[in-house]
């Protein structure tokens, strides 16, 4: 059972565009959303993490928005590099519950052109 | 960069056959975790550690499966006879507690399994 949802499986932007993946979840007892970076041959790593009490999380290039009441939540790339390609993943898990695992969504190719 | 390390990278094998993956954890990081990643996923769940004590496993993890951490520092996933449908990726990952249990799992680059 699916339970994040990602949209698109893949995404082609020019240097210097706007990156947007959105994902959503249906599970309400989730309250930890990261996002994860992944190059072919690499494990995922975290890029940017968000809880629902803040709409949203900017570091750097990279911003979270969070719609609680949608039960979506997003991932913005600013001004795309061609190092930006990569697959990026979407996650949830429950906080506080001894329950440590992350749900993740099926992730997202994203080129970017030159 | 002490990160976490899986060994080996790359496994090939026949349908039927034992195979063991290691994992070896950032080293003061007490929880470790095991997911699987298929092409074209995301990584699935399959169990988690803190120091030796399995305390959560996933449906996914079949009776084929065993996960063990028994010092509580490296652990090794075996998967007995072997099939085809195990052909896929196996992440470890690991975790320092933090409280509010926003803690950042770092994940290994992973064992790609071929199963024949």
């Known amino acids: 059972q699916q339970q994040v949802k990602q949209s698109p499986q893949s995404l082609i932007v020019q240097k210097g565009g706007i990156s947007i993946i959105n994902c959503a979840y249906e599970n309400t007892a989730f309250d930890y959303f990261p996002w994860y970076q992944q190059f072919p041959g690499k494990g995922p790593a975290l890029l940017i993490a968000i809880r629902p009490d803040v709409s949203e999380k900017k570091e750097g290039r990279f911003t979270i928005s969070f719609n609680k009441s949608a039960k979506q939540f997003s991932l913005h790339i600013m001004d795309s590099q061609p190092g930006d390609s990569a697959t990026y993943f979407c996650a949830a898990r429950t906080l506080n519950t001894g329950f440590q695992k992350l749900v993740f969504g099926t992730g997202t190719r994203l080129l970017v052109s030159p | 960069d002490t990160g976490v390390s899986q060994d080996p990278r790359h496994k090939i094998t026949k349908r039927g056959q034992n195979v063991t993956f290691r994992c070896d954890p950032i080293s003061e990081h007490n929880r470790l975790y095991w997911y699987r990643q298929t092409l074209g996923q995301g990584p699935e769940f399959l169990t988690y550690f803190q120091n030796e004590a399995q305390l959560e496993k996933s449906r996914l993890l079949s009776d084929r499966f065993s996960a063990e951490r028994p010092k509580g520092s490296f652990s090794t996933l075996e998967i007995q006879r072997t099939e085809q449908g195990d052909s896929a990726m196996y992440l470890c990952?690991?975790?320092?507690?933090?409280?509010?249990?926003?803690?950042?799992?770092?994940f290994g680059p992973g064992t790609r399994l071929t199963v024949l």
């Open positions: 990952a690991s975790s320092q507690p933090r409280a509010g249990g926003t803690d950042t799992q770092y």
